[in-house]
């Protein structure tokens, strides 16, 4: 695995006066002697749709916890939630609080949805902080293609982007201090978009990258990197199909250029789907990243 490094930093950011929400008494039941899992908390709105949010809360401890929002891939398309429960319940069993987050889906809804939606359930989960024992200043994101794409938005886009919608909790950041981004892609107006990814880059931006090359470029991580951003690590394969390694090379570039922290790993010789073992290495990786980003305990 080929290791491109800059040096890690925590980057920390405003964070507004914590405004209490409404919880289910499902989160505020549950038994904190141990890992709880709590499925289908609503966490804001979505055009029509209410948008709901898988919860995993670590045991109980003495101070607030580092918060992982985990976004499943899909081509912003497809996917759910509850495919995602073993990896928040792993991040809870290692002491963080941890959500895996629904979105919707394109062609029915097309960007900037699926940002807004995500950045909603941080402002959600930040909302909640004192209740769900999370420290508002260390929250993480992580996700696979276009999790990934996500993840790394929650990272680099900030509030005066007009990308944060009207889901609700206006009052609060939705920005995370680190993302991990497995195969995501970094931009959506670059000519290296394969031809077999433009039919689904033209469903979440409603139309062809030729047409629409402004909300390409706005919904392109690359075009929101400043030197506040948090670090992220990206893990991206060789032979990726569907998002190829270039966009992760344009993107450590700009980030070295402008500053900002973090790292690249190159697997050779596999595809847009890691193999399962480099999938578990990866996972690691990301665990090691986030308690260095992140300051929390190493993981065991």
């Keep these: 695995m080929r290791t491109v490094i800059f040096a890690l930093s925590l980057v920390a950011i405003w964070s507004p006066l914590l405004v209490a929400q ?18 289908d908390v609503v966490y804001g709105t979505g055009g029509d749709q209410r948008l709901k949010l898988d919860l995993a809360m670590p045991k109980r401890a003495d101070a607030p916890a580092a918060c992982i929002v985990v976004i499943h891939g899909g081509a912003w398309r ?22 895996s987050v629904n979105y919707r889906h394109c062609p029915n809804y097309v960007f900037p949805a699926q940002v807004e939606d995500v950045k909603c359930a941080v402002r959600f989960l930040r909302g909640n902080a004192k209740t769900l024992g999370i420290d508002v200043t260390r929250f993480g994101a992580i996700g696979h293609s276009a999790g990934g794409h996500l993840a790394m938005m929650l990272d680099v886009v900030d509030e005066s982007s007009q990308l ?38 033209r469903d979440f931006l409603g139309g062809t990258v030729h047409d629409k090359p402004a909300l390409a470029k706005t919904a392109s991580p690359i075009s929101h990197l400043s030197k506040d951003d948090g670090p ?30 973090g790292r690249a790993e190159i697997v050779p010789g596999l595809g847009h789907d890691l193999s399962p073992t480099e999938a578990a290495r990866g996972m690691r990786e990301a665990e090691i990243f986030f308690a260095q980003t992140l300051r929390a305990a190493a993981p065991r």
Excluded at 241 to 259: F, K, L
């Design 164 to 201: 944060e919608g009207a889901g609700g909790h206006a009052q609060q950041s939705s920005k995370v201090q680190a993302a991990v981004s497995f195969s995501g892609p970094t931009a959506l107006d670059a000519k290296d978009i394969p031809e077999a990814s433009k039919p689904l880059v």
């Design 232 to 261: 992220i690590l990206m893990i991206h394969a060789t032979y990726d199909e569907i998002v190829p390694p270039t966009q992760v090379y344009r993107m450590i570039d700009a980030m070295g250029r402008i500053g900002v922290k």
């Design 22 to 39: 409404e919880l289910p008494r499902s989160v505020l039941d549950a038994d904190r002697s141990q890992v709880a899992v709590i499925k």
């Design 78 to 99: 497809e996917g759910d939630k509850s495919a995602l429960v073993a990896q928040i319940k792993r991040f809870a069993d290692i002491g963080y609080v941890s959500a």
